[in-house]
Every structure is written in C-alpha cells, then in structure tokens.
C-alpha cells in the first residue's frame, strides 16, 4: 500500500514538476548566461513558442521524469514505512532520530540506485543535444539503451554518489 501511494504521489509530482524541470535545464545549459539570461517566465514563453507544450516543448522528457519521481517514491516510501514498522522504536529520543534517520537514509539509498537511469535519460533528454539541430534522445527507454549500448551500463548511473549525497539522508 506505501509503495503504491508513493508511486502515485511521485507520479502526480512528476507532472507538476516537468515544466519546470525543462525551464531549468533550458536556463542550466544557456551557453550565452553572462550576455543574455532570460527570466524563468521569458524561457518558458520561448520554449512554449518555439516548440508548444507537448512532448517536443514544455512537457519534454515527461515519461523520464515520471520515472525518475514515480520509481523513487514508490521505492522510498514503500522500504520506509515497511521497515519502520518491523524495527521497534526506541523510547530514548536520540536512539528514536538515529532509527528513523538510519531507516530512512537506507531508503534513499536504493531509492536513488534504482531510479538514476531514469534521471540519466531525464537530463539527456531535456539537455543539449551531442549534435545541435539534430535531436538524439527523444524517448526515456530508448535513451536509457542508446546510453548503455554507446557508453555501457555505469553510464546509466552517472551522477549517483551526489543524488544519494542529496536524497539519502533526506
């Protein structure tokens, strides 16, 4: 039931969180940052424009980042409470905070092990592209392939010390 929940709850994150995450990647990749950087509003208004709010504009890289945020809830929350509920609390606070904080690192942990081929395709996706003009990764699968048979399969893991340096002990 908490893995559901979660799946769920990443989901619908997900889908509130993608504009912004193509605005963000849009400003982050900016070659022209110190002689022009747009607002957040002027970027997506461009991005809206140039190419609309579907799969190609806003809402580029969707089904990566309802991977990437549907996984790791469904993982984290699903682990969480399952184990929280099998180790027994500690009546001192400090051994409480230690449990809880343990538990939930660990959740983090595999959460994020499981999920980052997902943001590896998220960011490929949503980033430049190797050759501009000509579009590379379009579809989360078929990037998440494309990564593994070109740079092999810790490529699908780059970035995982700092995700769980940031998600862990969240």
């Known amino acids: 039931a908490f893995a559901i929940a979660g799946l769920g709850s990443g989901l619908t994150e997900a889908v509130v969180v993608n504009p912004f995450e193509v605005v963000k990647v849009t400003l982050q990749t900016n070659r022209n940052a110190f002689t022009e950087q747009p607002s957040s509003f002027v970027q997506a208004r461009q991005i809206i424009k140039t190419n609309g709010l579907g799969f190609q504009g806003l809402n580029k890289g969707l089904t990566a980042t309802l991977g990437r945020h549907g996984v790791f809830n469904m993982v984290y929350f699903g682990f969480y409470f399952n184990v929280k509920n099998i180790l027994p609390v500690n009546k001192d606070p ?3 905070f230690l449990r ?3 538990i939930g690192l660990v959740s983090g942990t595999i959460a994020s092990i ?3 081929p ?3 395709a998220k960011s490929r996706i949503q980033g430049p592209q ?3 003009g000509e579009i590379k990764y379009r579809t989360c699968f078929k990037t998440m392939a494309t990564v593994y048979k070109e740079e ?7 970035g995982l010390v700092p995700k769980i340096m940031r998600l862990g002990p969240g």
């Not at 092999?152 to 780059?158: E, H, N, R, S, T």
């Open 94 to 96: 400090n051994l409480e």
């Open 100 to 102: 809880k904080f343990g």
């Open 118 to 120: 997902f943001d590896v």
């Open 152 to 158: 092999g399969f810790l490529a699908l893991y780059k």
């Open 130 to 132: 190797p050759v501009p």
């Open 114 to 116: 499981i999920n980052i």
